[in-house]
């Protein structure tokens, strides 16, 4: 596949930019359009993105962030002191199928916890523990940790703590901006797991019936570049740092700021 090319060379205007979980779904998308803008790209994740390794501003290592203290040193090696602009900590998983809490193995649940949470917190602290400060960190949140529905135990907690995690990180580093940012809706390996929901759980039914209508599911391409676009007019639109909010409502502020 050829490499991507970049919408804007001028190094004036490049950010340094890091993505956890870029071989896929939200994570590619962001890599994908960052390169595009002209900006660096950092990424790490098991598999391996192979449509973006030839570009010459991309930065891969293959890493399981589960594995926890064994590949620290391998990421403290490979981001170096860069300075990076933002950092997408946006590797997660939604486990299997939905299942009732009471037949979830703890295995499977504690498993859920250790991409979606520690993975999360031991990447933070490295990002934030170099003399190279990170200005921005992303999170992948989700309305699932506030808004709670049967079948989603693991996810639902892992998101519910990411919130806690995300707003403490902010009390203690109010020189940083955290985005917590629920995704809503887009067409991911998430999403799917999600929907493949049976009639034990009427909520996701229903949710899997409203995906088909026109526009409720969106790509993570679109939802990406939604995301770059909130992120760079978070003043104008009075997002918070520490503060969970939905796409879609930062997508309805945005929309009434401009028509202002």
């Not at 596949?1 to 998308?29: K, P, R, Y």
């Not at 399981?64 to 997408?88: H, K, M, N, R, S």
């Not at 709670?148 to 996810?155: E, P």
């Amino acid at each position: 596949m050829a490499a991507i090319t970049s919408a804007n060379s001028s190094e004036a205007l490049m950010a340094h930019i890091f993505i956890t979980g870029v071989s896929s779904g939200i994570g590619l998308a962001l890599a994908r359009l960052h390169l595009e803008r002209g900006d660096e790209v950092w990424g790490i994740s098991r598999r391996v993105p192979t449509a973006l390794l030839e570009h010459p501003r991309m930065h891969f290592r293959a890493l399981d962030l589960c594995a926890g203290e064994a590949v620290q040193p391998v990421l403290q090696a490979f981001i170096g002191e860069t300075t990076f602009e933002t950092a997408y900590l946006n590797a997660g998983t939604f486990g299997s199928a939905p299942e009732l809490a009471s037949n979830t193995p703890v295995e499977s649940f504690r498993s859920v916890l250790e991409l979606n949470l520690v993975a999360v917190k031991w990447v933070l602290d490295l990002l934030l523990c170099r003399q190279a400060k990170v200005s921005q960190v992303v999170f992948s949140a989700s309305v699932s940790g506030i808004r709670q529905r049967a079948g989603m135990l693991s996810y639902s907690v892992s998101k519910a703590a990411l919130n806690a995690l995300a707003k403490v990180y902010q009390l203690e580093n109010p020189q940083v901006f955290f985005a917590v940012l629920g995704l809503c809706n887009v067409a991911t390996t998430v999403a799917q797991t999600i929907l493949q929901a049976d009639e034990r759980f009427p909520e996701l039914v229903a949710l899997r019936e409203r995906s088909t209508q026109p526009g409720y599911i969106v790509s993570a391409q679109q939802r990406a570049a939604q995301i770059v676009e909130l992120l760079g007019r978070r003043h104008a639109i009075a997002l918070q740092s520490g503060q969970f909010y939905e796409v879609r409502e930062l997508l309805e502020r945005m929309h009434m700021e401009v028509c202002q």
